[in-house]
């Protein structure tokens, strides 16, 4: 994954870059149909199904919000993490995507 090809805004390619640092190059999909300048949907690519909806619109300065999607959309996790600082976003995805 090229980050900096990304059309998207620095605080997102700045994570990415981390993610990337931490799980490698090919360990991470990105959605394509996401469109949002300020918005990133992240899966592992062995896991399709289970993804995190990260965005930094209606955040504070360098903080950042994130849905958490699964199989089943009643479980989903929408709006209730926002304003998280760039350790709390990583440490929430890596909980998330890789436990």
Known sequence: MNVWAID??????????ELVHRYGENTLALNNQEQHFQAIELCTVNE????????????????YGIDLKYPISMHNIVGENENLTLDQIIEIISTHLFS
């Open 8 to 17: 998207k805004d620095i605080p997102l390619k700045l994570l990415l870059l």
């Open 48 to 63: 399709p199904d289970i993804s995190a909806y990260i965005y930094t619109f209606g955040q504070n300065s360098g903080r």
